[in-house]
Each structure stands twice: as structure tokens, then as C-alpha cells.
């Protein structure tokens, strides 16, 4: 199991379409395990890091004296200038949670990493082939 953060898991996601066009329609040995933590772990994922994303707006509005939410007139939410920082915070709070990524590589692994590319290497790391150990 590795962890990985929403933006790697927003590259491997991004790699992998980039990957399918690539390929145009021929099956490799990857995509049924891209496919697989595609549909089952990245919507869970997408979906808990966009209730962060709410929690963190509606937490820190501004409310008035009757605990209604504040509103700019085109309808965003109103902030103090505290709730403003403190909506930031929990933003980059977010960003930086860690995710567990169950890891499906394939038995050909070996085979796999000749022909991906060093992007490709860099973002299915962790989810679809090893983590990439970095030399020093």
C-alpha cells in the first residue's frame, strides 16, 4: 500500500488517459489494473477531498448575528479576514493528505517499465508499477 496525495493521484489519473491515447485502443497489460483503481479508489478520493474543499468554505464563512451564512451578491460565500486564513489553512491541509492507494501491479512489471515513459514512470509509481526509488 502506498500513500500518495490528491495531486498524484490527479496526475496518475491524467497520465493514464494520456497513456490510453497513446496506445489508440490496443489492450496492454496495464489497463485493466489503471481501470480497476481508476473506478474503484480515485472517486472515493475525488469525493473526499471535495467535502474537505466544502467543509473548509462553510466552516470559515462569515455568519451574522442570526448564524445565516454571509454572501457576496454573486453568491459566493463572505469571509472576515480571519476566516480567510483559516480557509486557507484547512485548503492546504487538504492538498497535502495523504491517501492509502492499494497498489495493483502487474506480474510483467519488469516488461511494463520498458516501454513507459520517465512522466509515466513518475505518476503510475505507487499505483501501477513500484515507487520509483530516487538516488541521491
Not at 11 to 34: C, K, M, P, Q, W
Not at 77 to 94: C, P, Q
Request: hydrophobic fraction near 35%.
Amino acid at each position: 500500500m502506498s500513500k500518495k496525495t490528491v495531486t498524484q493521484v490527479v496526475a496518475f489519473v491524467n497520465a493514464a488517459a494520456r497513456y490510453r491515447d497513446g496506445h489508440d485502443g490496443e489492450e496492454t497489460s496495464l489497463d485493466g489494473h489503471i481501470r480497476n483503481i481508476e473506478k474503484k479508489q480515485v472517486p472515493a478520493i475525488y469525493e473526499d477531498y471535495n467535502d474537505a474543499l466544502s467543509d473548509a468554505r462553510r466552516d470559515n464563512a462569515a455568519c451574522g448575528p442570526t448564524g445565516v451564512i454571509l454572501r457576496e451578491p454573486n453568491g459566493d460565500y463572505s469571509y472576515t479576514h480571519a476566516g480567510e486564513k483559516k480557509k486557507e489553512l484547512d485548503i492546504r491541509a487538504a492538498n497535502k493528505k495523504l491517501y492509502d492507494i492499494q497498489e495493483r501491479i502487474p506480474v510483467n512489471v519488469d516488461a511494463v517499465m520498458d516501454y513507459l515513459t520517465s512522466e509515466e514512470k513518475i505518476a503510475f509509481a505507487g499505483f501501477v508499477i513500484p515507487e520509483i526509488e530516487e538516488e541521491d
